[in-house]
């Protein structure tokens, strides 16, 4: 069965800290993986997709790589306006168009 | 990417009742998804809209909890039935193109259940 893990389920910055979260998954064969951003009372917002390893997405603070194994998103030097979830999922194995997703990382940057 | 539209916003239901939510696409789709989310969690596929045939769904959710309906590419209708307190949650409304391709999300339905 298709497995995303993401960590760590929470990570409070201080504006200007660098840090990465992290999302592993099980899926063999991967056929990309995606990175979305979610704020309270919204919903998920599409930031980057990754196909294969070794590639890198960037925007703005955000940069996005990915292993045969798992994919992290840096962020370097966060804002307030940074904090949000942060959701990676992958196309299932059994149906590409359905997407598995992680349980996400709550981001909090405090100024 | 498209414009995806929920409405309602947000409700407050009696238990027992039911409430249909709308999704609303500023053009042609061809998969559109109904997800929920249960406070502090991440997202759950409940079925799988597909224009001009019954809904695709996902171990757990079945059609007389949550019929949906799809008559055209940009369109969608989830029926939350019979509704408990457990029902309390967000409903979200997604849609994709095609195979291992990202999805894009509406800003859902926070439904809550007294």
């Known amino acids: 069965e298709d497995q995303v893990t993401q960590s760590p389920e929470a990570l409070r910055l201080q504006e200007g800290e660098s840090s990465s979260l992290n999302c592993s998954y099980t899926v063999s064969g991967l056929r990309g993986l995606f990175w979305y951003r979610q704020d309270p009372g919204k919903g998920p917002e599409f930031l980057f997709t990754?196909?294969?390893a070794g590639e890198e997405k960037e925007k703005e603070r955000l940069k996005a790589t990915l292993t045969k194994k798992e994919s992290f998103l840096h962020i370097t030097a966060p804002k307030p306006e940074d904090s949000a979830t942060y959701l990676c999922a992958v196309p299932r194995e059994t149906s590409g168009s359905r997407l598995t997703f992680g349980e996400g990382t709550q981001l909090t940057v405090n100024p | 990417s498209a414009v995806i539209s929920q409405k309602p916003s947000r409700d407050i239901c009696q238990r027992g009742t039911s409430l249909t939510i709308q999704c609303q696409v500023d053009s042609q789709v061809t998969m559109m998804f109904w997800y929920r989310q249960q406070p502090g969690q991440s997202l759950t596929l409940i079925a799988t809209a597909n224009q001009g045939s019954e809904a695709t769904y996902e171990s757990g959710f079945v059609i007389d909890k949550f019929p949906i309906s799809r008559p055209n590419l940009t369109f969608s209708t989830l029926t939350v039935s019979n509704m408990s307190p457990e029902d309390s949650s967000i409903y979200l409304c997604s849609v994709g193109g095609a195979s291992n391709q990202p999805q894009h999300f509406g800003d859902g339905t926070r439904l809550s259940i007294l």
């Open positions: 990754l196909y294969s």
